[in-house]
């Protein structure tokens, strides 16, 4: 049962491809809201069917672009404000996609034709929609614009490969771009740091298991599921985090301020316990 936090509010979700991704558990929370919305995503997973259910679902107009495509974005802007009657509240940039990773090239041999593709995909798409958004004033005062990070874009984290360059750029964009939206329009720009998240995106990092398995056990509060972090989204599109702006939120269960966890050192100290003296040095 909703509390009406998005009552009367109008957005725009790119991202959302099946139930595990978190822009459709974001898609369902603020329909439960009582937010109107548009999906976009691109024409091939529009094809695939499941964001047509999701549409259906809640009540949604899909808009199929390719969010790297200024005039495509325009289109998703216009169409938009035409079906929902008047200028956006809130925007979520969920979107990433890294060939090196799909392809396994490890970081110390990128494709370097991926690696852009890997930038744009799932960095810059965020600042041409900011850009194409403000430019058409397409954007209502205290309006929300909000992307997906993760804590690689600060941290060294195994397998993250190119995608922890994407989330370090995105993060940037979001302070720079913050700052000149806050300034001009009143319109707020934030990331969400989330724990690592068995997405369809997500599972193609290697060793996914058993990074969400160290990461689960590293927090304190253990990792936030999809559902959660949908849930913050919210708030952070609500009229409670109006002057919450150019930051990165961590939602991690504690993670990203951990340095040593008691269970971690447990398990530590148990791995020398049967070493070979040979092997120590």
Same mark, same amino acid.
């Given at each position: 049962?909703?509390?009406?936090? /998005? ?57 199929p672009a390719?969010a ?16 929902l009657?008047?200028?956006?509240d ?14 396994k090239?490890?970081? #110390?041999?990128?494709?370097y ?65 913050g ?31 058993? /990074? ?8 304190p ?29 961590? #939602? ?8 040593m ?21």
């Amino acid at each position: 049962m909703g509390s009406n936090l /998005l009552k009367e509010k109008k957005g725009i979700i790119f991202g959302a491809l099946n139930d595990k991704s978190i822009a459709w558990k974001v898609a369902e929370k603020a329909f439960e809201e009582g937010a109107e919305f548009t999906l976009s995503n691109t024409m091939v997973a529009c094809r695939m069917g499941e964001v047509v259910e999701l549409g259906k679902k809640c009540n949604a107009e899909i808009i199929p672009a390719d969010a790297t495509n200024v005039e495509d974005l325009e289109n998703v802007y216009k169409r938009s404000m035409e079906v929902l009657g008047g200028k956006i509240d809130f925007v979520l940039h969920s979107i990433g996609m890294s060939l090196n990773v799909r392809k396994k090239r490890v970081y #110390h041999d990128l494709d370097y034709n991926y690696l852009q593709k890997t930038l744009d995909i799932s960095a810059i798409s965020f600042h041409k929609i900011m850009q194409v958004g403000f430019k058409m004033d397409a954007i209502n005062p205290w309006g929300s614009m909000l992307a997906l990070s993760y804590v690689a874009a600060q941290r060294t984290l195994y397998g993250y490969n190119d995608m922890a360059d994407a989330k370090a750029l995105l993060e940037s964009i979001a302070r720079s771009f913050g700052y000149i939206y806050g300034r001009e329009k009143k319109v707020r720009v934030n990331t969400i740091s989330q724990s690592p998240t068995p997405t369809t995106a997500g599972s193609g990092v290697k060793g996914i298991d058993g /990074l969400m398995d160290f990461s689960d056990r590293m927090s304190p509060l253990g990792n936030a599921s999809a559902e959660e972090c949908a849930n913050y989204c919210i708030v952070m599109f609500s009229d409670f985090t109006k002057k919450v702006t150019m930051q990165n939120l961590f #939602h991690d269960g504690g993670f990203s301020s951990m340095g040593m966890s008691i269970r971690a050192m447990n398990q530590y100290n148990k791995s020398f316990d049967n070493e070979d003296v040979s092997t120590k040095y």
